[in-house]
């Protein structure tokens, strides 16, 4: 499945085949392009007591995620399509609980509310590049750094978000890193290097929602904000705030939601070659 770019293999695991000891090395292995499937990340969908469904997520290099945007709202249709879950639904992730609407339409629009952000920082000096940048970062489910660029088209991703996902300033856990734009007041392009893939992905849901959240702190968007991904597509982040000025905050009453399409590109039996170094 896809969600604006962001690609994902997920599987119904509700009768476990995959033994936990196993499942890093499994996602490393079928997410590997050109030589396995190839994604950015594996899904496994198993039974859950409190809510539909709770997932394992796996980063393409094996690592575990406590969250991700685009993959909530593909493993959302997918639970909806397979009768797992009706089309709202919640399911349970290491970030917390997740609500979910399949709204359908075209590319089958999916809705999610995220957990509250946390760990809300701005304005954090750090030299990238040889250059002084001022970074802002928030953790919206994961950890996202956000850089204001004048040209997202024109940014070295691959060599900054590197920088920036390993920079001390962020360690142990790391840090993604997105470029943001500014459009208008009400639209972003964001570019994602992502933590787990260790490269640009075409769109990442979390950190649109970083990308959107900083720049309405900083009073240069207003919700909800529209993110045009890497690939394309468009992302929708839902907010509001509540006071004025320096009293100004999140209506977490209100929620934070992400929504966009997710794709459902194909499905398939992988053979053993597969699962071959």
Request: proline residues 4%.
């Amino acid at each position: 499945m896809s969600g604006t770019g962001n690609d994902f293999i997920i599987i119904d695991h509700r009768d476990p085949f995959i033994n936990e000891a196993d499942q890093s090395e499994f996602a490393r292995i079928v997410c590997r392009r050109k030589f396995s499937v190839g994604a950015d990340g594996l899904i496994l969908i198993e039974n859950s007591e409190t809510a539909d469904f709770r997932w394992q997520f796996y980063n393409g290099d094996g690592s575990r995620a406590e969250m991700c945007g685009n993959g909530a709202r593909c493993a959302a249709r997918f639970a909806f399509e397979k009768n797992i879950a009706s089309a709202t639904m919640r399911f349970e992730t290491t970030a917390g609980e997740i609500e979910a609407f399949v709204l359908g339409g075209p590319g089958e629009s999916v809705k999610i509310r995220l957990t509250a952000p946390e760990d809300l920082r701005l304005n954090i000096p750090v030299t990238v590049g040889s250059m002084e940048q001022t970074l802002h970062f928030i953790n919206t489910g994961v950890p996202h750094t956000v850089v204001l660029v004048n040209d997202a088209g024109d940014v070295p991703v691959a060599d900054w978000g590197r920088e920036i996902r390993f920079h001390e300033t962020f360690q142990p856990a790391g840090t993604n890193t997105n470029f943001a734009q500014v459009i208008s007041n009400d639209t972003l392009m964001v570019r994602t290097y992502e933590r787990g893939v260790e490269g640009e992905t075409m769109a990442c849901g979390t950190g649109a929602v970083a990308s959107a959240l900083i720049t309405a702190y900083l009073e240069q968007a207003k919700p909800p904000v529209t993110v045009i991904t890497s690939g394309g597509e468009e992302l929708t982040i839902h907010f509001s705030f509540t006071g004025e000025g320096n009293d100004r905050k999140l209506d977490l009453a209100a929620g934070i939601f992400l929504e966009g399409p997710a794709h459902t590109i194909y499905e398939g039996k992988l053979g053993p070659d597969g699962l071959q170094e």
